[in-house]
Nanobody
Framework: VQLQASGGGLVQAGGSLRLSCAAS????????MGWFRQAPGKEREFVAAINWSGGSTYYADSVKGRFTISRDNAKNAVYLQMNSLKPEDTGVYYC????????????????WGQGTLVTVSS
């Protein structure tokens, strides 16, 4: 499975960005998908997850109410809509896939994209 994340960029605090992740190979509609991020000097952390059907989602407390994860199985894609961005949201955002259909822990994910940089200025 190959994952390609895109949509990162520079945005002012309070602004919005929409990240996309295109998947190829495997059977996308069976995979649980997640977004993680890594700030400079920090460990990679969980941001959001969505199950195989899109019927269940889960968010880190730090982004709840501001970020929305969604997926389009017909397009083999997962998205992360990020609103009300804060400087502390800055980091490289990674999409990831796992084959059980649902996961929220980093170690449960089998495939990782290359990441897209999000920079939020104050």
């Amino acid at each position: 499975v190959q994952l390609q994340a895109s949509g990162g960029g520079l945005v002012q605090a309070g602004g919005s960005l929409r990240l996309s992740c295109a998947a190829s190979g495997g059977t996308f509609s069976l995979y649980g998908m997640g977004w993680f991020r890594q700030a400079p000097g920090k460990e990679r952390e969980f941001v959001a997850a969505i199950n195989w059907s899109g019927g269940s989602t889960y968010y880190a407390d730090s982004v709840k109410g501001r970020f929305t994860i969604s997926r389009d199985n017909a397009k083999n894609a997962v998205y992360l809509q990020m609103n009300s961005l804060k400087p502390e949201d800055t980091g490289v955002y990674y999409c990831a896939a796992e084959t059980s259909g649902w996961a929220v822990r980093r170690y449960e994910y089998d495939y990782w994209g290359q990441g897209t940089l999000v920079t939020v200025s104050s």
